[in-house]
């Protein structure tokens, strides 16, 4: 779990594979952490080999399996106790505090009513960004059912950063099993962003708002120019960029984000982002986000097959943040 990084707040790990150290300004790699298994699935899974997990809802289930139990070692998801008690439809009861589970409770794949078949083909048609529609169209299933698994598999995919319990403190909703934040994020939180070694970093940061950069803009001439929605600036302290997305952005019609040349454009996780953040109009800002954290995840793994990426993190719990 993304947790276990967490031991030094300067290091940045993601899924314990990259790691990135804030006072070094390094990114490392870790590929030989990896262990057996997850290194062989994380291999690209060609149209065949899909097409053999995907054959059936028993392989299907069983490669979801894999990333749900490891080694097969089944434990309460309440209270992590191992002495469980099968019941006859299948479900599990624990020994110790009576919770009574399926494989897939309390995880991100339990929340759309899909078969393992079904998450299979969606993560297939998401990952190759199939519009909605197209989607809703080839599985046969609702465009608000697609839309509930696309914002499913960006959760899971938030929940893996290290900063998730920033994001969740800034008022992103975690999922299911946690009540709704109170009050509706205006502004998006605002990010760094920081390229090293062909990696790309989103790092929220807690102590600026929407106002601060407009802030530094009109007072201190940071450069800002904007994609769609989404508003990015010239290099602040060791980032390349700040971005962020709303309202407060755009004050008054005479406050412009149309500066040129700034050197972020030359980073090759820019321009990707871009693209897709080109796309985002009319996406509220609370779920920029998301929307920014599945760029960083793409890009990262743009030499990696994203099913397993992305089954990784759907099989994960659902992070229960305690309301303040
Ligand atoms: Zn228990």
Redesign the pocket.
């Known amino acids: 779990m993304a947790a276990a990084g967490i031991e030094n707040p300067n290091h940045y790990v993601l899924f314990d594979i990259i790691k990135y150290d804030r006072t070094a300004g390094e990114t490392v790699a870790r590929h030989e952490l990896i262990h057996g298994l997850a290194r062989r699935i994380m291999a690209k899974i060609n149209i065949i080999a899909f097409n053999s997990i995907t054959s059936s809802e028993k392989t299907a289930k069983r490669f979801f399996l894999d990333f749900c139990w490891k080694n097969h070692q089944r434990f309460?998801p309440?209270?992590?106790?191992r002495k469980l008690y099968r019941l006859a439809d299948g479900r599990r009861r624990?020994g110790?505090?009576?919770?009574t589970f399926h494989d897939f409770s309390r995880r991100f794949l339990n929340r759309c009513a899909f078969s393992a078949q079904q998450w299979l083909w969606f993560l297939k048609l998401f990952a190759l960004d199939v519009p909605p529609a197209a989607v809703a169209e080839e599985m046969g299933v609702s465009y608000a059912t697609v839309l509930k698994a696309a914002d499913t598999v960006r959760r899971a995919i938030v929940a893996q950063a290290l900063d998730a319990p920033r994001l969740y403190e800034a008022g992103i909703w975690p999922g299911p099993g946690n009540p709704q934040p109170r009050n509706e994020i205006v502004d998006a939180p605002v990010f760094g962003i920081i390229e090293l070694g062909g990696m790309a970093i989103c790092d929220l940061l807690p102590g600026l708002k929407a106002e601060n950069l407009l802030h530094f803009k009109l007072n201190f001439c940071l450069k800002t120019a904007s994609v769609g929605q989404v508003v990015y600036t010239a290099p602040y302290k060791h980032y390349m960029s700040l971005v962020s997305c709303g309202p407060g952005l755009r004050p008054a019609r005479y406050i412009r984000h149309e500066d040129r040349r700034l050197p972020v454009e030359a980073s090759q996780f820019w321009s990707f982002a871009k693209q897709r953040l080109r796309l985002l109009r009319g996406v509220p800002a609370s779920h920029f986000p998301l929307y920014l954290k599945e760029c960083e995840l793409r890009f990262n793994s743009r030499h990696d097959d994203l099913i397993p990426v992305l089954s990784q993190a759907l099989c994960a719990f659902v992070p229960q943040i305690p309301q303040r």
């Open positions: 309460c309440q209270c992590k106790n624990c110790r505090c009576g919770y």
